[in-house]
């Protein structure tokens, strides 16, 4: 199938979901994750009108970003959606819209200080650990408060949800455990900060239906629409 397949088929799933659990249409938004492929499929997926996507490797971020520029065509809107290490963040800076695996004050810090030199505000998504794996990035639920306190009045970023990736060898039910813990944290930081963070980005090809039903926002599926990716 073509990428206009994949993703008239997928938008078509998006919205049958939506409507199977009650949410509001349109109200899960899908991030086509462009890693690895070149921006001609990029290009492809922006010609059927989405304007998002998301990276996860900043060397790449960059050149990509550069590619466009070079041809003269309109810039996709940026999200980072892989992990970021602090000293990455000044390559992306001038031109990331949203970064979804702020798990670090470090990293939060470091962000608002390069947005600032940029005279932006750059959107961030907070990690969250939800699986309780050690392999895995994003900071522990009981930790977010602490980091929210911190961050919340920085000048430069704009928290607006949580992420997480759920447990890519958990069974269905364990993932619908962690996607139901992400909408709770939302809720509750919500209440007790007085904030209105709306955004929940959870779910890929493999669960998204599961994400949907616990509130899921922002859907990142590469995969399902541009192919398997191809390393090295």
């Known amino acids: 199938m073509s990428i206009k397949e994949n993703l008239k088929e997928i938008e078509s ?14 109200s899960a938004k899908l991030i086509p994750v462009s890693k690895v492929h070149p921006i001609a499929k ?3 997926a922006m010609d059927e009108g989405y304007t998002i996507f998301g990276e996860s490797y900043v060397q790449e971020l960059s050149k990509k970003y550069e590619e466009f520029e070079a041809k003269g065509i309109k810039q996709p809107i940026w999200h980072f959606i892989g992990h970021l290490q602090s000293n990455k963040v000044k390559y ?5 819209d949203t970064i979804h695996t702020v ?3 470090k990293l939060a810090k470091e962000i608002n200080k390069r947005a600032e030199q940029n005279n932006r505000i750059i959107k961030i998504l907070i990690q969250i650990n939800t699986s309780g794996e050690e392999s895995k990035f994003g900071i522990k639920a009981n930790e977010l408060n602490d980091l929210i306190t911190e961050i919340k009045d920085y000048k430069n970023i704009e928290i607006i949800g949580l992420m997480t990736i759920a447990g890519l060898e958990a069974t269905p039910e364990e993932n619908e455990v962690e996607f139901q813990l ?17 955004e ?14 616990q509130g899921s926002t922002m859907i990142r599926i590469g995969t399902a629409i541009f192919g398997e990716r191809v390393y090295g």
């Open 92 to 96: 992306i800076a001038s031109f990331i």
């Open 103 to 105: 798990d670090k004050l």
């Open 13 to 26: 799933n998006i919205r049958e979901f939506e409507k199977k659990y009650n949410r509001e249409s349109g």
């Open 200 to 213: 929940l980005s959870m779910g890929m090809t493999s669960d998204y239906e599961l994400a949907i039903k």
């Open 42 to 44: 990029i290009i492809e």
């Open 182 to 198: 992400l909408s709770n944290l939302l809720n509750e930081v919500n209440k007790k900060f007085n904030l209105k963070l709306t």
